[in-house]
């Protein structure tokens, strides 16, 4: 079966690879979007995002792909069912909640499936990474060794 992971990953880190490791063995036809949207002022061009996904997932069976505009737009386009979401802490919950329920009333046929953290990834997210980087800090058990030194070279450090 058919499922995208739509995100921003900027940058992608160890909490998204453990979804896609996870969400990958489950369906066989999995590709995770690059959603290059500018809801939020992304560090990384889509490029450096998307060069840094296809590295962290070189070993995995998924494909990665780039949309620029709106999830709703990219299934409809696509045929897609199933888009795969992470779930962290109550936050997310509203936020994804919403989401949903907007995307529903657009695309009926999506169905959204959530994959529960990893208990070691519950606070990691792509902002505290960037924080950590911008002061200086241990990234090693948060993101893999060519996301970090791309962070480094962004914070010159
Ligand atoms: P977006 O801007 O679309 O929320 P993100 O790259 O921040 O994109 O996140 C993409 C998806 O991955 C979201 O569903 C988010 O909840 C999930 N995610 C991010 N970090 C983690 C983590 N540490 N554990 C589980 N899911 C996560």
Not at 89 to 94: K, P, R, S, Y
Not at 117 to 130: A, N, P
Request: glycine residues 4%; negative net charge.
């Amino acid at each position: 079966m058919k499922a995208i992971y739509p995100g921003s990953f900027d940058p992608i880190t160890y909490g998204h690879i453990d979804i896609i490791k996870r969400a990958s063995e489950v369906f066989d036809d999995f590709t995770v979007v690059l959603m290059n949207n500018m809801r939020k002022k992304p560090l990384f061009s889509a490029d450096e995002r998307l060069e840094m996904i296809k590295e962290a997932t070189k070993n995995l069976n998924v494909k990665v792909d780039l949309h620029n505009g709106l999830l709703v737009q990219y299934v409809k386009e696509k045929e897609i069912k199933i888009a795969i979401r992470g779930l962290r802490a109550v936050e997310d919950f509203e936020y994804e909640f919403e989401m949903a329920l907007a995307n529903r009333e657009m695309c009926p046929n999506l169905e959204m499936i959530y994959f529960m953290t990893d208990i070691r990834f519950l606070f990691l997210s792509s902002s505290m990474v960037k924080e950590i980087a911008q002061f200086g800090g241990e990234l090693k058990q948060w993101v893999p060794q060519m996301v970090e030194d791309k962070l480094r070279e962004k914070f010159q450090m």
